[in-house]
């Protein structure tokens, strides 16, 4: 079985900490590819429209390669639906993933994620999702997805503090790919469960291509 994560932006190491999570989590052959067409961080809009060409460019290579399924790694669930519509297997955003995940955890959920220009795409997407009355709050922290992925114990600390502020003991969904590789850290200062996106897509994914091809 092959899952294919499409990271939409250009950043590379973003890339690999994507895959880095899922491999840890699944027993598929996981691949990670970079859209270097597009911009080097999606913050809103504006950029995942920049980035949606790139990913639709690389889908006749993902049916090449033998893709079971297909993971947008972008928490914008960046051109989800033109995508899912274009592809060959089942496509999959790990916002999508996250907020599924977070729903089954508890009641309620909140969601954290980069910067506020990326709050109205993904507002939208939870209440596209159905999910806007299980949210009970969606954040900015206020630091730039390049910040995220740096990865720093500084980045570490000012994301856990927004949390925090945040307030409520809900399940807290990690709104940015750039915040997988940081959920380890995060959990060791936290109290609250956190929802990363990249792992719930791995193992949603492996699940809906295990189905797929029992039907």
Known sequence: MRLLFINPNATVSMTEAVVATARALTTAEVAGWTNHD????????????????????????????????????????????????????????????????????????RVMTSVEAALPVIGQNISAYGFAPRCAGLHASGIPVLDLDSGTEEVVDRLAAAIRGAGGDDPVVLGCA????????????????????????????????RLRSAA
Do not use: N
């Open 38 to 109: 597009g911009p080097p961080a999606i913050e809103g809009a504006e950029d995942g429209e920049r980035a949606v060409p790139g990913v639709l460019s690389r889908l006749e290579a993902a049916r090449d390669w033998g893709a079971d399924a297909i993971v947008i790694a972008c928490f914008d669930d960046t051109g989800l639906e033109r995508i899912r519509a274009s592809a060959h297997c089942p496509v999959i955003g790990i916002g999508e993933a996250a907020f599924h995940m977070a729903a089954l955890m508890a009641p309620r959920f």
């Open 178 to 209: 750039g915040m997988s590789a940081l959920r380890p850290r995060l959990a060791a200062r936290l109290s609250m469960p956190l929802v990363d996106g990249v792992a719930a897509a791995a193992l949603l994914a492996e699940s809906l291509a």
